[in-house]
């Protein structure tokens, strides 16, 4: 009786709540459903990612039409890389998809990892009920997506930011140059971090123990891939925000266009379970292991 009666408070008082009654330093709900974000003194913002996803948002998710269905089994796991493979050798449609593997619901033991690496493809379970169970020990993607060969730089578009320091959240990069950039080109923007980056965050100081690694500065180099959506004097403006800020201090910050030739697209994992096996005496989550790996 007491459970019921302090579910139903519980009901009352969530029902209760409304936009007007939640506040924060950081973001205002508008009555019509906007988040107005509020800077900090250094104009620092919570990052707005509303324009990632399928075509930045703009375009519904397409309901891709199924080419091979799977059913568990002990030789599911070849069957589904078989499929793909059978997959990738079809012509694209006009929407630049080639079909959608269906896998049933049921226990999938993956012993080494399923590999898509041709574009247009979509892997698609059956919600909770469909879960791959990576075997094994060792430390690998269970779902490998990947193109041919890697990112690189177009040589002579390196340019350095202009400012001592670029806010989190900011869409407008401040840049020495804008000298050979123009709406559409697709970027890097690279940070490169300093010594006293890590002396202040004390990861040069970490307590000794077997198999310790103080951080290092070459270890930490970071790459955002961007795209120029307009440029204002000598500011390239982004699609999508900074999300650690550029403080001369902690950071050396350039932007360079690139160009990833092998790189396939318009691929879907969707509604899977992703789990690492294990016998009770281990943890259940291999160190290391992830369940989806995108280049």
């Known amino acids: 009786m007491h459970i019921r009666l302090l579910i139903v408070f519980l009901a009352l008082t969530i029902s209760s709540f409304t936009w007007k009654e939640w506040h924060s330093k950081l973001v205002e709900l508008k009555p019509d459903g906007r988040l107005i974000y509020k800077p900090d003194s250094r ?12 075509e930045t948002g703009n375009v519904p998710i397409p309901d891709i039409p199924v080419a091979k269905t799977i059913e568990p089994g002990p030789q599911a796991a070849d069957q589904i890389q078989q499929a793909i493979d059978e997959l990738a050798g079809k012509p694209l449609s006009k929407l630049g998809f080639r079909g959608a593997i269906v896998v049933k619901k ?9 590999k898509i690496n041709a ?3 979509v892997l698609r379970g059956e919600g909770t009920g469909t879960t791959f169970i990576a075997e094994g020990t060792d430390k690998r993607p269970l779902i ?8 690189k730089e ?11 320091y670029v806010p989190v959240g900011s869409f407008s990069i401040p840049v020495v140059s804008t000298a050979g950039f123009k709406k559409g080109d ?12 890590i002396d202040d965050l004390k990861m040069s100081r970490i307590v000794e123990r077997p198999g310790t690694q103080q951080w290092q500065v070459k270890e930490y180099r970071f790459q955002f891939q ?6 204002k004097g000598n500011d390239l403006i982004i699609d999508n925000p900074v999300v ?42 291999i160190p290391g292991m992830r369940s989806l790996l995108i280049k």
């Open 43 to 54: 104009g620092n913002i919570l990052p707005d990612f509303s324009r990632v996803g399928y």
């Open 106 to 114: 049921g226990r999938y033991s993956i012993k080494d990892q399923i």
């Open 119 to 121: 574009s247009g493809i």
């Open 144 to 151: 490998k997506v990947l193109g041919e060969g890697s990112m």
């Open 154 to 164: 177009i040589k002579g578009t390196r340019t350095g930011v202009r400012t001592e």
């Open 186 to 197: 697709r970027i890097i923007l690279e940070w490169n971090a300093t010594q006293q980056w």
């Open 226 to 231: 961007r795209e120029v959506t307009a440029i």
């Open 244 to 285: 650690m800020e550029m403080d001369a201090k902690y950071c050396s910050a350039f932007i360079y266009k690139y160009n990833f030739n092998g790189r396939i697209r318009n691929i879907g994992v969707e509604n899977l379970n992703c789990e690492s096996a294990y016998t009770g005496t281990r943890q259940k989550i």
